[in-house]
């Protein structure tokens, strides 16, 4: 393996893996070696974007999981063929032309020809289809830019023909006149589900205005509205048939109203007011005149507040009142006015009572941009929500202005345009939703969705409140609605293909956009002489995106069989904001025209805000740019904190740049490190072997050091945990066990094992077997990993496989040939997941570690307690467990031990036995009041004194026989009571912890003596040297001699060392450190410092190693033992000549290989022997 930088700048290294990856054709080989291979096809949807603008957090989340799911499928032996396609019609198209070109009116596209608008709108769509890709890229994700879709293309669009006319076929199309959501600014009906994507709480004017009743002089009924804007077109009244109303006077207007009797509070509001009204002022505001129930008063006429509607051919039948149970008395006066071209209840109610007739003009004075018409001259061009304050100025003139306020409540927005909608009576086509709905609700149960409850909750309750779907926009840049008709429209012809065009219009074209199909006229065989036209409306493009299934393959006109293989989908994801959206209108065509979900499993995202929990918005610029953020840190970050969050359960994250900071610090720069060690340590393994290391699976499985045991064993678990979870499509739960695996990979094992890797503990042969384990793992971790974070696992693979015998192999192609294996194959992307190997689980081993990381962590803080620094040894750390399994303590007294005290820096370990805990701890039981609340009720207190007075005899007696009865009452100790272990010894000189669930106390003697002084300055030496050699950039195999210099008459240092003279040279390699004035003068310092070594300041110096001379040597020997390379040695004598006499020095005479060496020989140390 070729040597690994000290730092690896994640950002730069992607760039160059995606450099490598677009020269090599990667993901284009990934596939084709799958299709080489008849891997089985895993259908993947791929909703649409619009590439009118730059991909967002949103984006970059929902491709995050698609990729993810897609790389695991292929990499399980799958393939997945994943196109990019991109959603080129509809409102947010020619929103954006409207903008640049000022258009404000549609009969601005009509004077401009619908061509040149349809030509301008075809220029951006494909404006930023180059940043999506080189964002998405960048990303990681793969997705196939060269074989894309397009919604605006002629095959596309003539598959959303076909799956119009078979629904025609089917009888489930029709044309209505239905009140919709309308967008003023786009001059468009919205869906329903359109007008639930984009909320906002605003404040509008509500007033109460009176209606005289004819021949009741003087009474008039009284209604309450929030769309002042709506009362010229107002044509009845309606009530609740059974509800109770009154007539009564107001007293202080001196007029008569009529309204419902629960109601009163909308004209009195101190009424509303409970701690200040009082029954008795009732009679100060009104007087009750009259009771009637609603019924009673249906059919009476009043006053219309405008004349505008008066002359009306239908006239007669306006002015009245309806009846109808939608009238509710929680708001308003209990009568509501009815303006049914703004009203779908009310549309409904007037038709039912023959108001309005099917077919006829509705009394409608606001055109299709929100403007009024000159049918109400005083606000002819204002806006109908700019003209309220003009209209409540009439009102006011003509005496009917009961009552004015504000209401601040929820109002629906264009989701395009960010503009208020209003409700507007529209020709439009629909499809019978209504009429499939229970098959819709049926499919839905057959879909499998993370999380769960958005499937059952949310997108059940829309689907069972599902109307029928509005799928006509008039507008002009869309795939046409392919119904052509006569005038009178009674010939309709629905065209399913180009060719069914051309074969009754002898025309073929080759673009079925509006302006050239417009064109097209066929003939009429029911009346000869005269031709059907096209209607004027074109698809919602949501129409265009629920048809994608079968319209990106061109369905049915080509890849017939393979579209019908792979339907349903395997797979779909997408955010939340989609199940009123891309998973319905999924939903309603695949169950209209196969009566099948439209996909089997789905991952619903949540949404990605900014970090103040605010939408993100560009003009706030409450948000990191995107690219900025990867540019910094990384994809494989970006993408790790994305997914490793609440979002991908549905919920909302906050985005925090700090998290994907703490993604590279906390995971990869560890994992990197850990990488760089293993690498160093072969270096250093194959140098002092002289052999190369070769991966053996036979010698990780014959491994007996616990750790080895157990991190096998774990990498084992991790394995099947990600193959179980990725296969019920939890990445909220796969994404925490690699971030967890990573820190026992590298905060334990590494660490544990550290001096062992290096040679320093057990020779060579145990470096080399825990080097093998640890590849071992690093390979399996790499693979499993790859489709989660493809980038550093890329580069992880590409040093690890030239380590596999099967390298050799991958010249001349057969790095991208079949079969795929590790070292071979040029890029783990081509790897399978590895399978768990069962005989390596080992419940045992990983048990056994749980209970060490316990101890150590816990021993750890007792010492933070007494401030007592780790390079200060204890005396001893005792453990007590509940109930321990024999497995446990026998690894803890065994195997382990060496471990836990080496960690803890302790002298001794003791596990205290079942039979002595009671002299060490105290076993005290509380209820659990969760539990136990409803069923003792008042005895809890009593039942409360009874187990927490126990002695630990008693409540160790009732754990072990399960629970106790108490008062007539079985109480079970496994649920509802709470058991914890507290340190009882006595003395000041324990220290002590209990862990949270209280099964674990460990306990440790801090007494310090002399002995454990020495020993925590010898650890602080240690350290200072350490830091000294990474000061100096040395690598774990370079040799240095130390020397230490202390102030006169101080020999902290030289006691701490005297005392522990094995630790120093088992640590470093012999060097063991000695006072400077030992020094040969020749010494070389390669890195000097002061150090802080038990309170006293020492100057530490480490040197290149040099060969020691005897004392009276010339300086012309001197200067040639300084030329001396130590490690050249090999005990035989020297001859120099000096001044033409030859001289011959003996080795452990005259010189030595160093200078510890020379004072071991010479006695000039009494401490070193």
Not at 120 to 140: A, D, M, P, Q, S
Not at 285 to 294: R, S
Request: charged letters at 25%.
């Amino acid at each position: 393996m070729a040597s690994l930088p000290p730092t690896l700048d994640f950002a730069k290294t992607e760039e160059e893996i995606c450099s490598k990856w677009a020269t090599e054709s990667t993901f284009k080989t990934q596939d084709a070696l799958g299709v080489e291979r008849g891997d089985k096809e895993y259908t993947f949807y791929d909703g649409p974007p619009f590439a009118t603008g730059l991909p967002h957090y949103g984006h970059i989340l929902a491709g995050t999981i698609k990729d993810v799911v897609t790389r695991y499928a292929v990499m399980t032996g799958r393939r997945v063929i994943r196109r990019a396609g991109w959603d080129c019609h509809g409102l947010p198209v020619e929103y954006e032309i409207d903008q640049k070109l000022g258009i404000t009116h549609r009969d601005q596209v009509l004077e401009m020809g619908v061509d040149k608008y349809n030509e301008t709108c075809r220029g951006i769509v494909t404006r930023y289809t180059k940043e999506w890709e080189r964002t998405v890229t960048r990303l990681g994700r793969w997705v196939d830019f060269e074989n894309d879709y397009k919604t605006m293309d002629p095959t596309f669009m003539e598959s959303v023909w076909w799956v119009f006319k078979e629904l025609f076929n089917k009888d489930l199309v029709y044309q209505g006149y239905k009140v919709m959501p309308f967008s003023t600014a786009c001059g468009t009906p919205l869906s329903n589900f359109e007008a639930g994507l984009n909320y906002k709480d605003v404040s509008d004017p509500a007033v109460v205005v009176s209606f005289p009743v004819v021949g009741m002089e003087g009474v008039s009924f009284v209604a309450w509205t929030t769309t002042p804007w709506t009362l010229p077109s107002n044509i009845a009244l309606c009530v609740h048939p059974t509800m109770e109303y009154i007539q009564i006077l107001d007293k202080k207007a001196d007029k008569r109203y009529i309204l419902s009797k629960s109601r009163l509070g909308q004209l009195f509001p101190i009424m509303n007011n409970k701690k200040k009204w009082k029954p008795k002022m009732a009679d100060e505001l009104y007087a009750i005149e009259e009771t009637f129930v609603g019924s009673d008063l249906v059919g009476k006429k009043y006053q219309p507040m405008f004349d505008y509607f008066v002359n009306d051919e239908d006239a007669g039948e306006y002015f009245r009142i309806l009846s109808d149970t939608y009238v509710t008395d929680d708001a308003g006066t209990g009568i509501v006015h009815q303006a049914p071209a703004f009203g779908e209840d009310d549309y409904r109610v007037c038709l039912a009572h023959g108001v309005i007739q099917k077919g006829k003009d509705l009394p409608c004075p606001v055109d299709s941009n929100g403007m009024f018409t000159e049918m109400v001259p005083e606000v002819k061009g204002l806006h109908v929500k700019k003209a309220d304050d003009t209209l409540i100025a009439l009102i006011k003139e003509k005496g009917r202005m009961v009552h004015k306020d504000q209401l601040q409540h929820s109002y629906p927005f264009c989701w395009r345009s960010d503009t208020p909608l209003i409700y507007k009576a529209v020709p439009s086509w629909f499809v019978k939703v209504e009429e499939i709905r229970d098959k819709i609700v049926e499919n839905n149960k057959k879909t499998y969705w993370v999380p769960n409850q958005v499937k059952e909750g949310r997108f059940h309750s829309w689907l069972t409140d599902a109307r029928d779907w509005a799928v006509s926009r008039n507008r002009f840049w869309g795939t046409p609605i392919p119904i052509w008709c006569s005038e009178s429209m009674d010939e309709v012809v629905c065209i399913g293909s180009v060719d069914e065009l051309a074969e009754l219009s002898g025309v073929r074209v080759t673009d079925l956009h509006k302006d050239v199909v417009d064109e097209i006229t066929i003939p009429s065989k029911k009346n000869p002489g005269t031709v059907l036209r096209r209607v004027d409306e074109v698809f919602d493009c949501w129409f265009e995106s629920g048809s994608m299934p079968y319209a990106q393959k061109h369905y049915p006109f080509e890849n017939k069989e393979s579209f019908e293989d792979g339907f349903p989908a395997d797979f779909i994801a997408e955010g939340l904001d989609q199940t009123r959206g891309w998973f319905y209108t999924l939903m309603v065509l695949s169950t209209a025209l196969f009566d099948k979900p439209a996909f089997k499993n789905l991952i619903v995202n949540g949404l990605v805000l900014a970090g103040d929990g605010k939408k993100m918005s560009k003009r706030l610029k409450n948000y990191p740019d995107p690219n900025l953020v990867i540019d910094k840190y990384g994809a494989d970050a970006l993408r790790m904190y994305l997914i490793n969050s609440p979002v991908v359960r549905a919920e909302s994250l906050k985005f925090q740049e700090p998290g994907v900071l703490g993604v590279v610090k906390e995971v990869f720069l560890p994992l990197y490190n850990a990488f760089r060690f293993f690498s160093q340590n072969l270096e250093r393994l194959e140098a002092n072997t002289g052999t190369k290391f070769v991966p053996s699976k036979d010698k990780v499985s014959a491994a007996t050091n616990p750790t080895d045991v157990w991190i096998s064993a774990a990498t084992q678990g991790l394995i099947k945990f990600v193959h179980e979870e990725m296969t019920a499509y939890r990445l909220y739960t796969v994404m925490p066990a690699l971030v967890s695996f990573v820190t026992q990979l590298t905060n334990w094992y590494v660490r544990l094992n550290r001096d062992r890797l290096k040679g320093l503990e057990g020779g060579e042969s145990e470096s080399e077997a825990g080097l093998q384990v640890m590849y071992d793992v690093l390979l399996d971790v790499t693979i499993l990993m790859a489709p989660f974070t493809p980038f550093i696992t890329e580069y992880f693979y590409q040093h690890l496989r030239k380590l596999q015998p099967s390298y050799a192999d991958a010249a001349n192609g057969g790095g991208s040939s079949n079969p795929v294996m590790p070292g071979k194959s040029d890029s783990v992307h081509f790897l399978t997941l590895p399978a768990y190997d069962d005989g390596r689980l080992n419940a045992d081993a990983v048990e056994a570690m749980e209970a060490l990381q316990v101890i150590v962590e816990s021993g750890r803080y007792v010492r933070e307690k007494r401030n007592i620094s780790l390079r200060t040894p204890v005396k001893c750390v005792t453990v007590i467990l509940r109930n321990p399994s024999a497995n446990v303590i026998e690894s803890l007294n065994g195997p382990l031990k060496g471990y836990i005290l080496s960690e803890l820096n302790a002298w001794d370990l003791v596990i205290v036995p079942k039979e002595e805990e009671h002299e060490w701890v105290t076993l005290s039981l509380t209820p659990n009041f969760n539990l136990l609340g409803r069923k003792l009720g008042k005895k809890m207190k009593d039942f409360k004194t009874h187990v927490t007075s126990m002695s630990h005899a008693d409540a160790v007696a009732c754990l072990e026989n399960g629970g106790l009865d108490f008062e007539g009452l079985a109480i079970s100790a496994k649920d509802e009571l709470v058991s914890k272990l507290a340190f009882s010894k006595e003395g000041e000189h324990w220290e002590s912890t209990s862990t949270p669930e209280g099964d674990v106390v460990v306990a440790v003697d801090c007494t310090q003596d002399e002995a454990i002084l020495s020993a925590g300055r010898s650890r602080e030496l240690i350290n200072a040297i350490q830091q000294l050699r990474k000061a100096a950039g040395l690598d774990l195999s370079d040799a240095v001699e130390v020397f230490f210099e202390e102030s006169a008459g101080i020999n902290v240092v030289e006691s701490a060392v005297s005392n522990n003279t094995n630790l120093f040279e088992a640590k470093f390699q012999g060097a063991i450190p000695v006072p400077k004035k030992f020094a040969p003068s020749w010494s070389v310092v390669l890195r000097s410092d002061s150090a802080d070594i038990g309170g006293s300041k020492v100057e530490v110096s480490i040197c290149r190693p040099a060969v020691a001379g005897r004392c009276g040597l010339s300086d012309e020997v001197g200067y040639f033992l300084s030329t001396l390379e130590p490690s050249n040695l090999d005990g035989s004598a020297l001859s120099i000549t000096v001044d033409g006499k030859d001289i011959s020095l003996s080795q452990g005479e005259d010189f030595w290989v160093n200078t510890v060496a020379k004072l071991r020989a010479t006695k000039a140390i009494s401490w070193l022997e």
